[in-house]
Nanobody, 125 residues
Framework: DVQLQASGGGLVQAGGSLRLSCAVS????????VGWFRQAPGKEREGVSC????????HSADSVKGRFTISSDNAKNTVYLQMNSLKPEDTAVYYC??????????????????WGQGTQVTVSS
């Protein structure tokens, strides 16, 4: 069974940093795309950043470029999201998700097959 577990959220002052982790089990990590998504109250779930485990290519939303960095440790079957210069607008539940296959990756929630439970990130001003 494929399982994903997101962790690392918390309460942070604006300008601070957090590192989220997504531990994935149940499949060969090299053959999957993994993405981070977030959902704030009253808003649609939106893509944050994603990575291809096969070649390491990444794609990030314009709103987080230069502040967030996604990375993958394939040996540990874990994807990280380093979040720096956090803003109050970053407050949301952050989810990690996985999609089978190599090649192009996209930040569209419906494209992903497997989802974790999410972790809350709250940024105070």
């Amino acid at each position: 069974d494929v399982q994903l577990q997101a962790s690392g959220g918390g309460l942070v002052q604006a300008g601070g940093s957090l590192r989220l982790s997504c531990a994935v089990s149940g499949f060969t990590f090299d053959d999957y795309a993994v993405g981070w998504f977030r959902q704030a109250p009253g808003k649609e779930r939106e893509g944050v950043s994603c990575i291809s485990s096969s070649d390491g290519s990444t794609h990030s939303a314009d709103s987080v470029k230069g502040r967030f960095t996604i990375s993958s440790d394939n040996a540990k079957n874990t994807v990280y999201l380093q979040m720096n210069s956090l803003k109050p607008e970053d407050t949301a539940v952050y989810y990690c998700a996985a999609k089978r296959g190599r090649g192009h990756i996209i930040l569209v929630p419906d494209w992903y097959d497997y989802w974790g439970q999410g972790t809350q990130v709250t940024v105070s001003s």
